[in-house]
């Protein structure tokens, strides 16, 4: 200890931002050819600073937008779009507030660029309502005070959309495992797994949602 | 600067003013208690709720905070030319710049301020540097791009190399030496807990807008006025040119009841930039720089006599307020001193300063570390004696707070929580059973425990308003930190005002638009504000039936206020409906004013609880489950059984989390920069962690002296003894008491073997 050492930062280096950009676009091709395979157009760098255009499908609306391939789904949609229901907890996918459903599945929006979204349905907690009215999981949630300083709460939302989905009469059991990738520090776990429970049968009752 | 805001031993408010008339306590209730779902439930649900880091203003730029990246070391070089001029960026602030000049960061414990940006860093994360660019993603560009030399200087995140700092704190009563002499058994046990991290989901961090030379803060805090200070205090501005707003926040544990270094530098990013900035921290930032429970060794001597009564308690402990201190550190002795009934006691606290993050306040502080040593002592002490663990603490419940002079307590909830806990629990039956064989090992354990605060206490004003249409504002300065305080509040007026909790709108956390609260932290939220929502509500219908009692020439002592209207108690065909009284016609509003009278003299006000759980070992993997747990205490009323419950599961669960899994890794031997700063390996409960059997017991007692309400706080007791109960029933599971904490399955499968027991 007490010696000196220097520690110049690594940015500053060799990296120019037009050859770091250069590499993140390189990534943003491989995921547009993964969103091509889905049957939509391959995202086009039309902008010199490598903005990118997209046509993001959120809650029904089709947003036609110039994104940086670096650019998170998550940053996106709170960010751009103001879809603000979608939260922000960790962005490197370990506490699942940024949950949201793409095609249908329960993804976690900071681990997804907006330019892989592109050509997918993405469905958030704002799109869950009919006008002004909850939807049966939102409504589950604030009957069995699923919550507490309601950050996670719509990711945990759409969590339990997500698992409902994929199995419509989860055990107590299944649904403590399906919430597991979604973080409450309050910890209103046995109120969210009794409402995720409620909301299957409310959804059985209502017929297919 | 902030010292007066210890929130958990509030100062005499002479200023308070007296109560005008205050209600009697409540014979019994339509609406307080029962549970209704949070008010704000469907903004939470829906994504209507707009939280600080929500917030998007118009020309906002986003910031970011340069941070050292070591324990200990000195900037020899910063050069911000390059960062400068990458596309998007606005402004670089560095220690040199003018607009920093003077601005110094003044923590809790009264050392000396530090510049609000360092050249000198001591612990890891220190802000060296600020950018605000056009998008986050240009703003984390740019700090990358700043080119810093440093001098690595040498640290110490390690205790048991830090030096302490200067002589230990002691409490002290009694004789312990003649303590231990007249004892029949004396045990001396060492124990250790690790630090903890606050980790709430919303991150930290704020939205700020200059508005000529008035700063207006959305900030996820728990407390607006407190926060309102220290802007202008920092900023040399007059409160009056300082609005803080947080009505809805995600969480805080303690760690947002202080504003961050960050929002200063966020506010003079603002200023230079002349633009809003949106400035809020990354998880691994947050996990370095905003606060935890600090990790303590202790070790406690204790004296029981064969009949259980305990004679000595010696107790030292040395724990770190990292390399200043934010508030939160201290209280490990808190427990020691209070809980049981004890003539000799001396306690000798020492702190030692460290090259890690500063402490903050988290949920009870010192309290769930206290308890970790005291309730594990208390079980050995039990089976020394030959004594059920609940029966030799039921021999020592005092009825007076012994550290405070013998003041009585209101009431004293110790008792009927462990009495009551335990019949619920099946405790006798799950003690006796018999011992299994393989490998998957049962236990059961409990923990009692006192929150030092909990009764809260003046000041608070509140206030009431009554529309022409009958409906109500209500307007409270207060934070809903997630612990229902909006829910309560409604629920207040509309069994005061006989309104629907529909029909009343709320407003608070803002401190343009309320009155001043203290901060939401300590348990002392509900006890503190309480008393003046009601008292608010009660001066509207105070008012009510003044009118009417006036304007149709009544005996107001006669009146009352039901369904919307004055009615008479004698002559039933009397009823004035409310929206239809002159002085209401005439007002359009009728305003109720409520302050929190001060708290009953010569008595202490303390919330209780008693927690009770079962756990299963696995002696081949070292894996623990936590099975069920039942918990009862003692918060005086219930206004919401709903969100008390789901408090109560919370505070355990996170409980939970403090006895196996949480805690901060240093590197202390080499770097000493923490090497788990993410929640993957700092492991934080999930819904898997949380028992699915969980029941929760309201111990009501009637406390009617503690306030109008007799509502006591609940956030802080509620994880206080879970950890302590864990070990003891790891213990009963196996044989081996563990008393370094996480109990870790790698900690239970060394301890077993070190027992040579089966592995």
Same mark, same amino acid.
């Given at each position: 200890m007490g010696r000196k050492r220097k520690h110049p930062e690594k940015a500053a280096g060799g990296v120019t931002r037009r050859g770091f950009i250069g590499s993140v676009g390189a990534g943003a091709v491989a995921a547009a050819t993964g969103v091509a395979r889905r049957g939509e157009s391959t995202p086009e760098?039309?902008?010199?600073?490598?903005?990118?255009?997209?046509?993001?499908?959120?809650?029904?609306?089709?947003?036609?937008?110039?994104?940086?391939?670096?650019?998170?789904?998550?940053?996106?949609?709170?960010?751009?779009?103001?879809?603000?229901?979608?939260?922000?907890?960790?962005?490197?996918?370990?506490?699942?507030?940024?949950?949201?459903?793409?095609?249908?599945?329960?993804?976690?929006?900071?681990?997804?660029?907006?330019v892989e979204a592109a050509g997918a349905e993405v469905t958030t907690v704002e799109g869950l309502l009919d006008g002004e009215e909850l939807g049966p999981v939102q409504k589950a949630f604030v009957e069995e005070d699923a919550m507490q300083c309601g950050y996670c709460t719509p990711g945990q939302v759409m969590a339990a959309e997500g698992l409902l989905l994929a199995n419509p009469s989860p055990t107590f059991e299944e649904i403590r495992r399906g919430m597991s990738g979604n973080l409450c520090r309050c910890a209103a776990y046995p109120h969210i797994v009794k409402a995720v429970d409620r909301a299957a049968t409310a959804k059985k009752k209502g017929g297919p949602q | 600067m902030t010292r007066d805001a210890k929130y958990w031993a509030p100062e005499p408010t002479p200023e308070t003013p007296e109560p005008s008339g205050y209600p009697a306590p409540w014979k019994k209730t339509e609406v307080v208690g029962k549970p209704l779902p949070r008010v704000d439930a469907y903004q939470r649900v829906s994504g209507a709720a707009v939280y600080p880091s929500d917030l998007i203003l118009p020309d906002m730029l986003y910031g970011a905070v340069l941070r050292c990246p070591h324990a200990h070391a000195r900037v020899t070089k910063l050069d911000v030319t390059a960062a400068a001029k990458l596309p998007g960026v606005v402004v670089?602030?560095?220690?040199?710049?003018?607009?920093?000049?003077?601005?110094?960061?003044?923590?809790?414990?009264?050392?000396?301020?530090?510049?609000?940006?360092?050249?000198?860093?001591?612990?890891?994360?220190?802000?060296?540097?600020?950018?605000?660019?056009?998008? #986050?993603?240009?703003?984390?560009?740019?700090?990358?791009?700043?080119?810093?030399?440093?001098?690595?200087?040498?640290?110490?995140?390690?205790?048991?190399?830090?030096?302490?700092?200067?002589? #230990?704190?002691?409490?002290?009563?009694?004789?312990?030496?003649?303590?231990?002499?007249?004892?029949?058994?004396?045990?001396?046990?060492?124990?250790?807990?690790?630090?903890?991290?606050?980790?709430?989901?919303?991150?930290?961090?704020?939205?700020?807008?200059?508005?000529?030379?008035?700063?207006?803060?959305?900030?996820?805090?728990?407390?607006?006025?407190?926060?309102?200070?220290?802007?202008?205090?920092?900023?040399?501005?007059?409160?009056?040119?300082?609005?803080?707003?947080?009505?809805?926040?995600?969480?805080?544990?303690?760690?947002?009841?202080?504003?961050?270094?960050?929002?200063?530098?966020?506010?003079?990013?603002?200023?230079?930039?002349?633009?809003?900035?949106?400035?809020?921290?990354?998880?691994?930032?947050?996990?370095?720089?905003?606060?935890?429970?600090?990790?303590?060794?202790?070790?406690?001597?204790?004296?029981?006599?064969?009949?259980?009564?305990?004679?000595?308690?010696?107790?030292?402990?040395?724990?770190?307020?990292?390399?200043?201190?934010?508030?939160?550190?201290?209280?490990?002795?808190?427990?020691?001193?209070?809980?049981?009934?004890? #003539?000799?006691?001396?306690?000798?606290t020492s702190f030692a300063t460290i090259n890690?993050?500063?402490?903050?306040?988290?949920?009870?502080?010192?309290?769930?570390?206290?308890?970790?040593?005291?309730?594990?002592?208390?079980?050995?002490?039990?089976?020394?004696?030959?004594?059920?663990?609940?029966?030799?603490?039921?021999?020592?419940?005092?009825?007076?707070?012994?550290?405070?002079?013998?003041?009585?307590?209101?009431?004293t909830g110790l008792e009927p929580c462990m009495v009551e806990g335990a019949k619920a629990f099946g405790w006798q039956a799950a003690r006796t059973a018999p011992a299994?064989?393989?490998?998957?090992?049962?236990?059961?354990?409990?923990?009692?425990?006192?929150?030092?605060?909990?009764?809260?206490?003046?000041?608070?004003?509140?206030?009431?308003?009554?529309?022409?249409?009958?409906?109500?504002?209500?307007?409270?300065?207060?934070?809903?930190?997630?612990?229902?305080?909006?829910?309560?509040?409604?629920?207040?007026?509309?069994?005061?005002?006989?309104?629907?909790?529909?029909?009343?709108?709320?407003?608070?956390?803002?401190?343009?638009?309320?009155?001043?609260a203290t901060s939401s932290g300590g348990s002392k939220t509900t006890p503190s504000d309480s008393p003046a929502v009601r008292e608010a509500a009660y001066n509207v219908k105070k008012k009510l039936i003044e009118m009417a009692a006036e304007e149709h020439d009544l005996d107001p002592t006669d009146l009352r206020l039901a369904d919307g209207a004055v009615l008479s108690r004698s002559d039933p065909s009397k009823s004035f409906p409310v929206t239809e009284l002159q002085g209401v016609r005439r007002q359009r509003v009728v305003v109720g004013v409520g302050y929190r009278g001060p708290n009953p003299e010569g008595k202490v006000v303390c919330p209780f609880a008693a927690q009770f759980c079962e756990v299963e070992v696995n002696t081949r993997t070292g894996e623990v489950r936590v099975l069920r747990f039942v918990a009862a205490h003692e918060s005086g009323r219930v206004l919401n059984r709903l969100t008390f419950d789901n408090q109560v599961f919370g505070g355990i669960t996170m409980g939970i989390g403090y006895a196996l899994t949480e805690q901060r890794v240093l590197d202390r031997d080499q770097t000493g920069k923490m090497v788990n700063v993410n929640l993957h390996d700092y492991k934080i409960p999930t819904a898997l962690d949380a028992p699915a059997d969980m029941s929760s017991l309201a111990i009501d007692l009637h406390d009617t002296e503690c306030n109008t309400t007799?509502?006591?706080?609940?956030?802080?007791?509620?994880?206080?003894?879970?950890?302590?109960?864990?070990?003891?029933?790891?213990?009963?599971?196996?044989?081996?008491?563990?008393?370094?904490?996480?109990i870790t399955a790698d900690r239970i499968l060394m301890a077993l073997e070190a027992q040579g027991k089966e592995a």
């Open positions: 760098i039309t902008d010199p600073e490598g903005m990118v255009q997209v046509a993001l499908r959120v809650n029904g609306r089709t947003h036609r937008m110039l994104v940086e391939p670096r650019w998170t789904l998550l940053f996106v949609l709170r960010e751009r779009l103001g879809l603000t229901g979608t939260k922000v907890g960790c962005e490197r996918g370990e506490c699942g507030a940024c949950t949201v459903l793409i095609d249908g599945l329960a993804r976690y929006a900071c681990m997804t660029l907006a | 670089i602030l560095t220690p040199t710049s003018p607009e920093t000049e003077g601005i110094t960061w003044p923590y809790y414990d009264g050392t000396e301020p530090v510049p609000i940006l360092s050249t000198t860093c001591t612990f890891e994360g220190e802000p060296v540097a600020a950018v605000a660019a056009e998008t #986050p993603q240009q703003a984390a560009d740019a700090v990358r791009a700043v080119t810093v030399e440093y001098e690595i200087l040498p640290q110490i995140s390690d205790l048991a190399h830090a030096t302490v700092n200067g002589e #230990p704190q002691v409490y002290a009563r009694g004789d312990t030496a003649a303590g231990f002499a007249e004892a029949d058994v004396v045990l001396e046990r060492t124990y250790r807990t690790a630090c903890e991290i606050q980790s709430p989901m919303e991150l930290h961090g704020c939205v700020v807008r200059w508005d000529g030379n008035h700063l207006t803060a959305w900030e996820s805090l728990q407390g607006v006025f407190w926060m309102q200070m220290q802007y202008a205090q920092v900023l040399g501005l007059p409160l009056a040119s300082v609005t803080v707003n947080a009505a809805y926040m995600g969480g805080g544990f303690g760690s947002k009841l202080t504003i961050s270094r960050e929002s200063i530098i966020a506010a003079l990013l603002a200023r230079k930039a002349a633009r809003p900035v949106k400035l809020f921290l990354s998880r691994e930032e947050a996990m370095l720089v905003t606060g935890n429970r600090p990790g303590v060794d202790m070790t406690l001597k204790a004296g029981v006599k064969s009949d259980g009564t305990l004679t000595a308690f010696e107790f030292t402990d040395l724990s770190s307020p990292g390399a200043f201190s934010e508030g939160g550190e201290g209280l490990n002795d808190w427990l020691i001193r209070d809980l049981y009934t004890c #003539p000799n006691v001396r306690c000798e890690a993050g500063p402490v903050r306040p988290f949920r009870a502080p010192g309290h769930p570390q206290g308890a970790w040593a005291l309730e594990q002592m208390m079980d050995e002490l039990a089976e020394a004696v030959d004594l059920d663990p609940v029966d030799l603490r039921l021999r020592n419940v005092p009825s007076v707070s012994q550290a405070r002079g013998n003041r009585p307590y209101t009431t299994q064989t393989g490998h998957i090992k049962r236990g059961v354990g409990m923990g009692a425990c006192l929150w030092i605060a909990g009764g809260g206490g003046p000041p608070s004003t509140v206030i009431v308003k009554l529309y022409s249409d009958g409906s109500v504002n209500l307007n409270m300065g207060a934070s809903d930190i997630g612990t229902g305080t909006k829910t309560w509040a409604a629920m207040i007026v509309a069994e005061e005002l006989d309104v629907e909790v529909g029909r009343i709108q709320i407003e608070n956390a803002d401190t343009r638009a309320t009155q001043f007799g509502a006591k706080g609940l956030g802080e007791p509620v994880t206080i003894p879970t950890a302590a109960a864990v070990a003891n029933a790891i213990y009963d599971a196996i044989g081996v008491r563990i008393t370094d904490g996480p």
